[in-house]
């Protein structure tokens, strides 16, 4: 079990370099690789007992193999999700399968920059299969949050996780000059019971730099308004890494006066133990 000592993020990303045996399918910013190694060493560095490790569609789309080397060389420091295709022709099986992968605590959709609505069959088949499966399911939802809250009220035994506030956020500086816009939509799918939010890459919506005073704020209505045993901590390292470094994402939370120490706690490792059932170990 967790300690009240762990930090544990809640969304990294590792990937390999571009190669013929495993070739991009896209570009995500950042260096032309941060390994699992990598990785590792910088969480070690600033005290990150461990991270939820998620396959980046980006590069890989809905191919996980990456992350299952990576998890395979370092069992004790992550546990991962993957990205599925809601046009798949075998969801439920797909998703059962991946939920019975060691090292697995979690899929994920994609419905940021898309079309699909919340009567999409294909959607409901993986929440409906996620919930199956004990696991919960993370939704990239900025630009999408009324698909969100429907998808949520429709399938009200999934757990279900916003990503990155809910909130668009910046591929490189600077920040929009409204970052926190569509806060008031965030706000109120804290109302749906089985939603929770990950507070990742909360530094890059800052116009103040490191460590970003005016994002507390904002941040604390969304505590106000999930609680903070619904709300997880996270860098989003390596996405966030032209806006900061990895150090910055996690000292920001550190350095604050607006966190209690129980609340950082619970903030950055305690509600993410319970709301993935998954602790960083020795191995």
Known sequence: MATQTQTIDVQVHAYERDHPGRPWQGFLRGPDEVTGDDMVKAM?????AGAILISPYSLYQYDASYALEVYAKHP?????VKPFD??????????AR?????????????????????????????LAAGAKAGIPVNIMCSDRLSVFGELARRNPNTSMVIDHLGIPQPPEPPAPPEPWADLDHVLALAALDNVTIKISGAGTLSHAGFPY????????????????????????????RPLLTY??????????????????????GGSLTKIYNWSPSSG
């Open 213 to 240: 005073p005016d994002i507390w704020e904002p941040l604390g209505k969304i505590f106000n308004a999930f609680g903070l045993d619904r709300c997880m901590w996270g860098t989003d390292w390596t996405r966030a």
């Open 86 to 95: 809601p046009e798949s022709a075998t969801i439920a099986d797909d998703v």
């Open 98 to 126: 991946w939920a019975a992968t060691p090292g697995v605590i979690g899929a994920r959709i994609m419905l940021t920059g898309g079309t699909l609505e919340a009567d999409h069959p294909g959607l409901n088949e993986i």
């Open 76 to 80: 004790g420091s992550f546990g991962l």
């Open 44 to 48: 070690a560095a600033v005290g990150v």
């Open 247 to 268: 150090e910055e994402g996690v000292e920001a939370f550190r350095v604050t006066d607006t966190l209690s120490d129980s609340d950082r706690a619970v903030l950055m």
